[in-house]
């Protein structure tokens, strides 16, 4: 696959809450490829592969604190989804999808495999850790709008 245009210089994304969130640039972050496939509010199925910077080593510069069990992925217009932290790993921020750059509204755009199509969140600007207790309901941690 050809690479595309990647993240702009100086491109961040902030990790844990807004009181002691710390900012990453991901401009010289590793990238990584995952495929999935899932269907859109639209109607529209994605499939391929999407490449990008792997969630796993934005959480490597995390704040310390809670021993996480989700992540808060929040993105454009509000959309937040809460997803397992064991899901989320597996994910990337994606730049790219196999037929080409995502647009610059679109990116970066959590991916991971087995997530569904309303938690794949476009233009991420913070992951969040979070620890829910056992039983907890991460629906509650969310604010999905329509994903297209």
Avoid: I, N, Q
């Amino acid at each position: 696959m050809g690479r595309s245009e990647s993240p702009p210089a100086g491109r961040t994304v902030t990790l844990g809450d807004d009181e002691h969130g710390v900012a990453v640039d991901v401009a010289d972050a590793p990238e990584r490829t995952v495929t999935d496939s899932f269907l859109c509010a639209s109607g529209e199925r994605w499939r391929g592969e999407w490449r990008g910077v792997p969630v796993e080593w934005l959480l490597e510069r995390a704040p310390e604190g809670s021993e996480a069990t989700h992540l808060r992925v929040h993105g454009a217009g509000g959309h937040v989804a809460c997803v397992s932290l064991s899901d989320a790993l597996g994910g990337v921020l994606a730049v790219e999808r196999g037929d080409g750059a995502l647009s610059a509204s679109d990116r970066p755009r959590f991916v991971a495999p087995g997530v569904a199509a309303a938690r794949t969140v476009k233009a991420v600007d913070r992951l969040e850790p979070v620890e829910l207790a056992p039983g907890e309901d991460p629906e509650a941690y969310e604010a999905l709008a329509a994903v297209d």
